[in-house]
């Protein structure tokens, strides 16, 4: 049988060698102290805090992108604030320009080319002869005209001979009143042919003449459409052929469309200049000749006729031109650019930023400068406008601003969020 440890503990040998029985007290286990204590609750306690700070700022982060979330389903606009107008009064409106006088050439006889004498590009003066024709039917028929008129001319003579006897035996009583009459009536008859035949005549020189192919006034030959030997048809029968084409450009003449805006400042007397892109840093003075006094109902615009010097030919006609009119000055109108127009069915808006919301406001344009607006009514100097604004803004959206231009000093708090 083994012997306990305790057993052991208790038995104990003595220095002479004998076992003395002795009790063994059993040791205490060690007690926590109140220092212990304390540092076990402050322990606690920051491990509290911890948690619940932990957990009130997972509450705040949540807190925090929730709104963040919010603002960012906002959408942000850039606004500009409408400027006053810097346009200068007048009006630059696109036009073309055409010779004074232009005018196709034809023949007005039947034939053959025989010479020309004028080429493109040339000058010719009024009266000046451009062309020939050969007419051989023409001549052929002037020839059998003038025949019959001759014919005509010597029974009208007989006739009246006749006529003049009758009347003197008619007071002798030696021919009858009634032969008398058929004498009478019988020259008056040849009488009316020698007049038809001499019309005829007329005529055919008048178709003879017409061989000769004259400038009807001064001007340059800008097209030439036929040459030696070909066939010249009056258009009797036919689609008559150009032969030239003749422009008058000592002055020149400009059509410019005027919208209906503008009319009533365009005065018939009025001054007008011309600018071309071939002449940078010039411009022609003009003359406004008339107009056509309706407003034309497709396009909304009157048309001009401005009456333009060209002495030296520097004008060609068919250049694209801008024509500048004076208008009367309206220092109330504002500038806005064209990139803050909105194009409805309801008519032309601009989005106006009121509060943090979207209002479509109606404007009304006065000119168009291209990349800028004159609007001449529906916003204000101090109005936010929504620049570049997307094609489904609505009235009453909320958005928010995220940069201004041209903010005015004093800004009312329209316009502000």
């Known amino acids: 049988m083994t012997t306990s440890t305790?057993?052991?503990?208790?038995?104990?040998?003595?220095?002479?060698?004998?076992?003395?029985s002795q009790p063994v007290i059993p040791s205490e286990e060690p007690r926590l102290t109140?220092?212990?204590?304390?540092?076990?609750?402050?322990?606690?306690?920051?491990?509290?805090?911890?948690?619940?700070?932990?957990?009130?700022?997972?509450r705040g982060s949540e807190h925090s992108l929730a709104k963040e979330t919010a603002a960012s389903a906002i959408p942000s606009v850039n606004v500009v604030y409408p400027t006053p107008s810097t346009l200068s009064p007048e009006i630059a409106l696109p036009g073309n320009t055409q010779a004074f006088m232009d005018t196709p050439i034809y023949s007005r006889t039947n034939g053959y080319l025989r010479n020309w004498y004028f080429d493109i590009g040339a000058h010719v003066g009024k009266g000046q002869l451009m062309a020939q024709i050969e007419?051989?039917?023409v001549d052929q028929q002037l020839q059998v005209a003038q025949a019959d008129l001759k014919s005509a001319q010597a029974n009208?003579?007989?006739?009246?001979?006749?006529?003049?006897?009758?009347?003197?035996?008619?007071?002798?009583?030696?021919?009858?009143?009634?032969?008398?009459?058929?004498?009478?009536?019988?020259?008056?008859?040849?009488?009316?042919?020698?007049?038809?035949?001499?019309?005829?005549?007329?005529?055919?020189?008048?178709?003879?003449s017409f061989?000769?192919?004259?400038?009807?006034?001064?001007?340059?030959?800008t097209a030439r459409n036929t040459d030696v030997g070909r066939l010249i048809s009056a258009g009797q029968n036919t689609t008559p052929q150009e032969l030239f084409h003749l422009a008058a450009i000592g002055k020149i003449r400009v059509y410019v469309a005027v919208p209906e805006s503008y009319s009533a400042a365009i005065k018939v007397g009025g001054k007008a200049t011309l600018?071309?892109?071939?002449?940078?840093?010039?411009?022609?003075?003009?003359?406004i000749a008339r107009n056509s006094?309706?407003?034309?109902?497709?396009?909304?615009?009157?048309n001009v006729e401005v009456d333009v010097d060209n002495p030296k030919a520097e004008l060609l006609p068919g250049?694209?031109?801008?024509?500048?009119?004076?208008?009367?000055?309206?220092?109330?109108?504002?500038?806005?650019?064209?990139n803050t127009l909105l194009f409805r069915s309801e008519g032309l808006r601009v989005g106006v930023v009121r509060d943090g919301r979207v209002q479509l406001t109606p404007v009304k344009i006065g000119r168009d400068a291209g990349a800028t607006v004159e609007i001449a009514s529906g916003v204000t100097a101090n109005d936010a406008v929504i620049l570049d604004p997307s094609d489904s803004l609505t009235s009453g959206q909320e958005v928010q601003i995220a940069n201004r231009v041209n903010q005015p000093a004093t800004p009312t708090k329209a316009g502000t969020k």
């Open 156 to 208: 009208l003579d007989l006739a009246n001979t006749t006529s003049g006897r009758y009347q003197n035996l008619l007071k002798t009583n030696s021919v009858s009143k009634q032969e008398t009459d058929v004498a009478v009536s019988d020259a008056a008859a040849k009488k009316a042919a020698v007049d038809a035949s001499m019309a005829n005549v007329r005529r055919l020189e008048q178709l003879q």
């Open 34 to 58: 109140r220092g212990s204590w304390i540092g076990m609750v402050v322990v606690a306690a920051i491990v509290a805090g911890v948690v619940i700070f932990g957990v009130l700022a997972r």
């Open 135 to 137: 007419t051989p039917e």
């Open 6 to 20: 305790a057993e052991k503990n208790a038995t104990e040998t003595h220095p002479s060698g004998e076992y003395t």
């Open 293 to 302: 006094n309706a407003i034309d109902q497709a396009s909304r615009t009157l």
């Open 211 to 221: 061989e000769k192919v004259y400038a009807p006034f001064d001007g340059i030959v």
């Open 319 to 338: 250049a694209y031109v801008f024509v500048h009119f004076k208008v009367p000055e309206r220092a109330a109108n504002l500038m806005l650019p064209s």
């Open 275 to 287: 600018t071309l892109d071939e002449y940078p840093g010039r411009s022609f003075e003009g003359t």
